[in-house]
């Protein structure tokens, strides 16, 4: 018995002494399963194995090739005009877009979310064609409120002095609030495409084939739209149809972010600064008169 008391005593002043020493616990002499013929073989074996999963692996690895970014009006690059107020596309594609006004989904009850929950599922179980979800971020332009309330204090003349100050104090703060950086408001709209398969289409004597694919397309778009308003109705959000002009108000935005904020849409339209553009549709009569005042400038000077 105290010959084990002893061998374990030494055993740990060993393991003590090798461990400060920092040497390995067993001396390499007496490691025999290191250099026997079985385990350099398996070491061996295992070697081989992975470098043929290593070559294999190389060889099944795809390269990723980073691509330039395409320009950004490429993506218009199909649109052919927009009329009926719908986007008419090549290969007789129209397009459809309706502004999307959200409510409040986390300041509702818990019934209340489950409601809209339902009724935006059950939306989307209808959908068996195309519709897509565009969120546009635009600079928030509060002149047009700016301007009205210094008409209504320039406009009253009965309106104390004090509330004129503190009208003008507001208006100034919401400037400054405007201008000093860049403040966004997040638009969602609903984008319904439908193509026309010339096939189906039956021409009768002295229609017009592009009239009769526009009404078919404005037909099932609006079915498309109908049906989406009527769903999301009932989740508390609505559904509002764009016509000509707001879908060229939304593209003007998306191509013209900072420069709306000073141009804006509704200036250049009441101003028909889109005459500028030599793509403008003119009349007849438009172009006369000016081809007459161009030749009188011409002949005073």
């Not at 992975?50 to 970014?69: I, W």
């Not at 195309?130 to 047009?144: R, W």
């Not at 769903?231 to 013209?256: K, R, S, W």
């Not at 500028?276 to 438009?286: P, W």
Request: hydrophobic content about 40%; glycine content about 2%.
């Amino acid at each position: 018995m105290d010959v084990l008391v002893i061998l374990c005593i030494g055993l740990i002043a060993f393991v003590v002494y090798r461990m400060a020493t920092k040497q390995p616990i067993i001396p390499e002499q007496f490691k025999f399963w290191k250099n026997n013929e079985t385990t350099l073989a398996a070491k061996k074996g295992l070697e081989e194995k992975l470098a043929k999963k290593s070559k294999s692996t190389k060889k099944n690895e795809v390269h990723y090739v980073e691509q330039e970014p395409n320009v950004f009006e490429e993506l218009i690059d199909e649109i052919v005009d927009i009329n009926f107020t719908m986007i008419r596309c090549v290969n007789y594609r129209y397009v459809m877009m309706a502004e999307v006004v959200p409510c409040n989904y986390y300041l509702r009850s818990q019934a209340e979310q489950e409601a809209i929950d339902s009724s935006f599922e059950s939306w989307l179980a209808t959908l068996n064609y195309q519709a897509t979800v565009y969120i546009h971020n635009k600079f928030i332009d509060l002149s047009e409120q700016l301007d009205e309330m210094k008409r209504n204090m320039t406009e009253q003349r009965d309106m104390p002095l004090n509330a004129l100050k503190y009208g003008a104090a507001v208006v100034k703060d919401l400037e400054d609030w405007q201008n000093k950086s860049p403040r966004y408001e997040t638009k969602r709209y609903l984008l319904f495409s439908y193509e026309v398969k010339t096939s189906s289409i039956k021409v009768q004597d002295g229609e017009d084939f592009e009239q009769v694919a526009m009404e078919k397309a404005y037909n099932e778009l609006m079915r498309r739209m109908s049906n989406a308003s009527n769903q999301l109705q009932a989740a508390n959000m609505f559904v509002e149809p764009l016509a000509h002009d707001g879908i060229v108000e939304v593209l003007y935005h998306t191509f013209n972010r900072r420069k709306a904020l000073t141009a804006k849409f509704k200036n250049v339209k009441e101003e028909e600064q889109m005459s500028l553009y030599v793509t403008a549709d003119q009349t007849d009569s438009r172009v006369t008169l000016t081809k007459e005042k161009i030749s009188a400038v011409n002949e005073s000077a």
